[in-house]
């Protein structure tokens, strides 16, 4: 009898270190005044064949805090097959009439068709900013597309920005911050799960790129050209698990 219980303590102590973090949503609320008196929902790293999150968890985040704007920093699928349950999510965001922003992320890449994901994404009402910008009421947003993927490209995604407005920019591997050389004032990205399994020396096992190694993977800092956050994201990738790292959606106070 001592080992069944054994065994059960074992098992409930797996699911709760290792399961339950992926089910346990935390809405992360930062701010960081622009003036724009602004809420933006961040969601990012959905990887959807891997995610515990329900599309009803983010109806009610979105319900209950009823944001001006939702901004995806990518990373939805990398296979093919997972887009009608995508789909479902997509449904949520579109049904809920806010607008709604993306951009791609190094898995969306690894599609054999990432055309399809686009044509999904755009037909759901996200406006996917590919090395491009967009107007808004107050600010300028722009999106650059996947640095890890080689489709970044900077100066492309800022031109004919207006430098006398707030420009607040959406992608996917906050690596690029190392690499951009326009001023910026806030930049929003995800990609490195916040370790996801938070364990000593994670970067030299996974090298990340070198933010990671810096000690850089989660949370608001501040770089020689802008202010930035690094969204822990929803989904895993790899495992499908998270050690002392919760699933999260950003609300961002601007």
Known sequence: MSILWGIILAIAA????FIFPTQWLKVEKVRHSL???IKILQISDMHIERLRIRPEQLRRVI???RPDYLFLTGDYTKLEAY???LKRYLNVFQASGIP???VLGNHDYQQRKVSKL?????????HLLRNESVRLPGFELIGIDDYDSGKSRIGESFHGTNTGRPRIVITHDP???????ERFDYLMAGHLHGKQLNIPFFYRLRPMGKLPAMG??????????GTYYISKGMGQTGVNARFLVRSEVTLHFL
Do not use: T
């Open 83 to 85: 887009l009608p349950l």
């Open 118 to 126: 686009i044509k999904l994404l755009q037909q759901s009402g996200i």
């Open 175 to 181: 690596n690029i911050v190392l690499e951009m050389r």
């Open 63 to 65: 319900q209950q805090e």
């Open 14 to 17: 797996c699911y709760l270190l």
């Open 100 to 102: 709604a922003f993306g």
């Open 35 to 37: 003036g724009l008196n």
């Open 216 to 225: 850089i993977y989660k949370g608001l800092h501040r770089g020689p050209y």
